[in-house]
C-alpha cells in the first residue's frame, strides 16, 4: 500500500514538473516590470508569474502564522485540561472503591 502511495505522488510530481516546463516553454515573452517606485528588470512572462505565485504562497503562509500559532496554544491547553481530568476522574474512582472497601 506504501509503494502505490509513492508511485502516485511521485506520477503528481512528474505531471507538476512537466506542466511547469511546459508553462516556461510558452511564455517566453521578455517583460519589464514597473512598480511606480522601482523599475525591475525585463525577464520572461514565467518568470515573473512564478515569482508571484511563489511571493503570494510565502504571504499567505505568514498571514496564517498567527492562526496557527493559537490554535497550537489553544490545543496544547486543552490536551493540559485533559490530562487534569483524567487524573481527577481517576482519583474519584479509586476513592469510590476505597469507601466501598
Not at 507538476?16 to 525591475?40: D, M, P, R, S
Not at 528588470?41 to 503562509?61: I, R, T, Y
Not at 485533559?82 to 479509586?94: C, G, H, I
Request: charged share 15%; no cysteine; aromatic share 6%.
Amino acid at each position: 500500500m506504501r509503494w502505490i502511495k509513492g508511485l502516485i505522488l511521485a506520477v503528481i510530481l512528474l505531471v507538476v514538473v512537466l506542466v511547469g516546463i511546459l508553462f516556461a516553454v510558452n511564455n517566453q515573452q521578455t517583460i519589464g516590470l514597473n512598480l511606480i517606485w522601482l523599475e525591475l528588470p525585463a525577464v520572461s512572462l514565467s518568470v515573473w508569474l512564478l515569482v508571484s505565485l511563489v511571493l503570494g504562497v510565502v504571504l499567505g503562509m505568514l498571514a496564517m502564522l498567527g492562526v496557527y500559532v493559537r490554535l497550537k496554544a489553544k490545543l496544547a491547553s486543552s490536551h493540559r485540561h485533559n490530562k487534569q481530568q483524567r487524573k481527577e476522574l481517576d482519583s474519584l474512582r479509586t476513592q469510590e472503591f476505597k469507601e466501598l472497601a
